[in-house]
């Protein structure tokens, strides 16, 4: 990759990343690390590192971004990933955070419903060498529980509820990362599995792009 876009990498990282309370070194060496401008089309490579969610696709099931790097970073620091750690990426889109997610954890799944974004977000892994990292198609709010358990999920973009399918894939002591509700009332939550049972906890405000697939069934009123 040129210069110019690694120099842009270290710009994102001291101006976008570690203002924001980003301290995690591993974290910090994976996004300086990965080349972002390589999960966006040619077209939009010079907005690689914008402090933005970036729109990558018009997704089967509906618009898809990817995630703006601050509550990305922060989100990924929230769930304290150790290198023996199984991850599920959900939404993986074109793979970014399933890249940064391959340079902290043992293993990654990335998750997509959409099928030629799976096969970009392979494609482009591959080319990066992401080993270990297992591109899988499917459902998100259904997760793959033909990996699980995980001992971290991170979801990547806000959605109305985590859905249980989801929070029963953890391991105990697992991870469950997210962004619940949308808009400037988004709230970034951790979800912790301990004796068998999930809690969860607010974090800080966050205002990202939903993930589709995971809005609520509305009743019907009379």
Do not use: W
């Amino acid at each position: 990759m040129s210069a110019d876009f690694a120099e842009r990498r270290v710009k994102m990282v001291d101006g976008q990343i570690r203002t924001t309370d980003v301290t995690s070194a591993p974290l910090l060496d994976a996004m300086l690390a990965v080349p972002r401008e390589a999960f966006v089309a040619p077209e939009q490579r010079d907005l690689a590192y914008i402090d933005e969610d970036i729109r990558i696709a018009n997704a089967a099931d509906g618009l898809r971004y990817l995630m703006e790097p601050s509550p990305l970073a922060k989100l990924m620091q929230l769930a304290e990933i150790d290198p023996d750690d199984s991850a599920l990426d959900v939404g993986c889109g074109t793979g970014y955070a399933a890249a940064i997610l391959s340079r902290l954890a043992k293993s990654v799944v990335a998750l997509e419903s959409d099928p030629v974004l799976a096969e970009t977000a392979m494609s482009t892994l591959s080319a990066l060498g992401c080993d270990n990292v297992t591109v899988v198609k499917g459902s998100l709010p259904e997760g793959h529980v033909a990996g699980a358990p995980y001992d971290v999920i991170f979801i990547g973009g806000s959605v109305e509820k985590v859905p249980a399918a989801l929070l029963d894939q953890l391991a105990e002591g697992g991870r469950l990362v997210a962004v619940e509700g949308q808009g400037n009332s988004g709230v970034a939550r951790l979800f912790f599995k301990t004796g068998g049972v999930v809690t969860g906890r607010g974090a800080f405000n966050a205002a990202i792009k939903p993930l589709p697939g995971f809005e609520r069934i509305r009743a019907f009123e009379f």
